[in-house]
């Protein structure tokens, strides 16, 4: 059993900040990404920010210069800085990992259980 557990969701002004973590216990065989989504009310869940082996990173273009995606690999955790909030990033944020806790078992994709994040106008 994979757990992820998130943490630093809340209630924002619209222009403030929060900080999204995510982390697990388990120990991986290998994470190749790690990466942030949401999900608004009504809406399709979408791709926020990834970060793959090596450190390369990508954003979705509505976040892009606002949100910062890190990991710490020693500690398996991944965390979301989000800066200049506006109403529109309001939705549920999980947290993926996606990677083998074992070599002979296939790639996996993980989810956090979601943190809402609401920023008010």
């Known amino acids: 059993q994979v757990q992820l557990v998130e943490s630093g969701g809340g209630l924002v002004q619209a222009g403030g900040s929060l900080r999204l973590s995510c982390a697990t216990s388990?120990?991986?065989?290998?994470?190749?990404?790690m990466g942030w989504y949401r999900q608004a009310p009504g809406k399709e869940r979408e791709l926020v920010a990834i970060?793959?082996?090596?450190?390369?990173?990508n954003y979705a273009a509505s976040v892009l210069g606002r949100f910062t995606i890190s990991r710490d690999n020693a500690r398996n955790t991944v965390n979301l800085q989000m800066n200049s909030l506006k109403p529109e990033d309001t939705a549920v944020y999980y947290c993926?990992?996606?990677?083998?806790?074992?070599?002979?078992?296939?790639?996996?994709?993980?989810w956090g259980q979601g943190t809402q994040v609401t920023v008010s106008s």
């Open positions: 993926n990992f996606r990677g083998k806790v074992a070599a002979y078992i296939r790639e996996t994709d993980y």
């Open positions: 388990r120990n991986f065989w290998s994470i190749n990404a």
């Open positions: 970060i793959i082996t090596g450190g390369s990173t």
